[in-house]
């Protein structure tokens, strides 16, 4: 390559930094409308009743269990190849993630093992959409209504993934995004918390905040307190650089699309890689990266072959180290075997992602392509 490529790079040019330029000229740089207009074009973009912002995708996802009064002694159903964060927000709450392994073709949870592991200690079912293929949520609603279990999204690579239009995040009661760096638009750090449902938005409003409730005082000075709430709040820098972010974000989801494409018309033919795809031709992906399976000889190297690459100067990641059920916390705490998980273990291991962001293009895609033939090659 002519010059590193990282897997993730934010797109941050003129209109972010004028916008924060501006904003940090004036006094209100919390609790302030910018955070409220981010909120409201936020939730007309994805079509949702409500939208909270908060510091964090994890931050939205704790306050989602407590608003759904998920607490010690209760049962959460979820999949074992995810973000740490997905299952921590069950534990924050005191109820225990029930791990359930996921699709090798995909990455999602595996929804026809779902059921065995409900009990009637089962509140809830977590949903993560793996790298922005939608979850099969039309099976995994049906199974809720069932057993009446309310169902979480983890949506924080799945801004754009919809499924029958509808976009993730509104097929459960309540749907978590992340505006970390690397994710589809960024504000840095930040979340934000979707739902069609009052209740939940108005007990996430006010526990992002302290617990403050200013609905019965007379005057907007005054507050009462009636819940334990947390600091969680978005602030209003953060906030305008997500207004500026949602502007560009169709741009943003066009170039991951031709990216996606483009890089399966080149990798197709290649041996003994798979490549974990959305197979549900009425749900459309976020298409957050491109995640290679590494299949027979060539997956006992995987390390080596990221190695080799980044010395090429291609910049990849994997989705993720480790099947969060076999992380040493969980792994201990429940007594967890990688038996149960094997393709979770599976992807963890063999797979490498590439990027697909916009700061990228065929021409990139061409070089880190060659440089994938390459390496593959060495190991051949
Ligand atoms: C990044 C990520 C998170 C954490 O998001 P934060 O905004 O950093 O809290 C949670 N879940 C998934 C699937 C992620 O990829």
Redesign the pocket.
Known sequence: MKKHIPFGKPVIGKPEIESVNRLLRQPILVHGQQTLSFEEKFSNYVGSRYAVAVS??????HLSYLALGIKEGDEVIVTSQ??V??AHCIEFVGAKPIFVDCEQKTGNICVESIESKITKKTRAISI?H?VGIPAEMKKIKSLAKKYKLFIVE????ALGSRINGVHVGLHGDVG?????P??HITTI???MVITNNKKIDDFIRRARSFGYNKKKMKSNLLYDVDLLGYNYRMNEVEAIIGLAQLERLDHFLNKRVENFNYYVSKLEKIKNVHILRNYDLNSISSNYCITLILKKHLSKFRNQIVEELKKLGVGTSI?YPGPVPLFKYYKTKYNLKSRSFPNALCISNQSISFPTGPHIDKSIIDEIVFCINKVFNIFK
């Open positions: 964090s995708c994890t931050a939205g996802m995810t973000h964060a997905t993560v793996f983890d949506c924080a690579l978590s995004f992340s505006f970390y690397v994710k750090e930040g979340g989705y």
